[in-house]
């Protein structure tokens, strides 16, 4: 069993900065793609961003390209996301999740990742 904690989150103005991290407990998620998703209110739960298992690939919705960026620590067993350039449409609760399968790429749909953590908010004002 593995379990995600998703950490900082907050209230900035748009233009504004975030660094999220999602830290791992009781397994390690070497060998695992990583991602980060997003749900708005009202909304589905829509793709971010996602991480090869060596961290040598990554991909991003084209939302927010050149904004984001994903990075992960295996030896810390936690993945990190960078946010500069905050919109308010990034306003929404950020969830981290780990790939279902070994060795996978950078996936990109929700049913490819499983052990989702409990998300954190993120709000950006006008």
């Known amino acids: 069993q593995v379990q995600l904690v998703e950490s900082g989150g907050g209230l900035v103005q748009a233009g504004g900065s975030l660094r999220l991290s999602c830290a791992a407990s009781?397994?390690?998620?070497?060998?695992?793609?990583m991602g980060w998703f997003r749900q708005a209110p009202g909304k589905e739960r829509e793709f971010v961003a996602s991480?090869?298992?060596?961290?040598?690939?990554?991909y991003y919705t084209e939302s927010v390209k050149g904004r984001f960026t994903i990075s992960r620590d295996n030896a810390k067993n936690t993945v990190y996301l960078q946010m500069n350039s905050l919109k308010p449409e990034d306003t929404a609760v950020y969830y981290c999740?780990?790939?279902?399968?070994?060795?996978?790429?950078?996936?990109?749909?929700?049913?490819?990742?499983?052990?989702w953590g409990q998300g954190t908010q993120v709000t950006v004002s006008s």
């Open positions: 009781g397994r390690t998620f070497t060998n695992y793609a």
């Open positions: 991480i090869s298992w060596s961290g040598g690939s990554t």
């Open positions: 999740a780990i790939a279902r399968f070994k060795s996978w790429g950078t996936p990109t749909r929700t049913n490819e990742y499983d052990s």
